[in-house]
């Protein structure tokens, strides 16, 4: 692991902060407006499992997904956008007795074009409920994309 990259990130309390993944998406989009060390992709040391992400962040991220499939009163939308049954499945499976799924940081992808870098985090959305599988997206240009 590179000392110099997890610089003010502390990953040995097993997960990751907004803030956190913010300055990671900084750093590897080399934004020198900001007071960021530059970083490369290689740089970050995420397993194949991802990392962890806040409780705090997970709560956020699930209440946004249901936001895409779902209205204020409860009611399914009429356009999901880019989620399909398979997500609609995991999204409704991922709380259940009182337990919370899990979002992980899977890892960093390039939405931009090589001279311009834009690096934004892939995340993955595992369900309480494990035989519904997981899904993984992205959020860029204000929409969800599935990856995965």
């Known amino acids: 692991m590179n000392p110099k990259v997890m610089l003010n990130i502390d990953l040995s309390k097993g997960y990751l902060t907004e803030q956190e993944i913010h300055t990671l998406k900084m750093r590897l989009n080399h934004n020198e407006s900001l007071n960021y060390t530059p970083i490369e992709l290689s740089d970050i040391p995420i397993p194949d499992e991802g990392l962890a992400i806040s409780d705090e962040q997970t709560e ?28 609609k499945e995991i999204i409704d499976n991922f709380e259940a007795m009182g337990y919370m ?7 960093f992808v390039n939405k931009g074009t090589k001279d311009n870098r834009w690096f934004v985090p892939v995340y993955r959305v595992l369900p309480i409920i494990k035989s519904t599988g997981h899904f993984d997206y992205l959020y860029t240009n204000g929409k969800m994309e599935i990856v995965g």
Not at 69 to 86: A, E, F, L, P
Not at 101 to 107: H, V
Request: with cysteine; hydrophobic share 30%.
């Open 101 to 107: 799924g899990e979002f992980r940081l899977i890892c």
């Open 60 to 87: 956020k991220g699930y209440k946004w997904l249901l936001n895409q499939v779902y209205s204020s009163t409860g009611r399914i939308k009429s356009d999901w956008g880019q989620i399909g049954n398979r997500e």
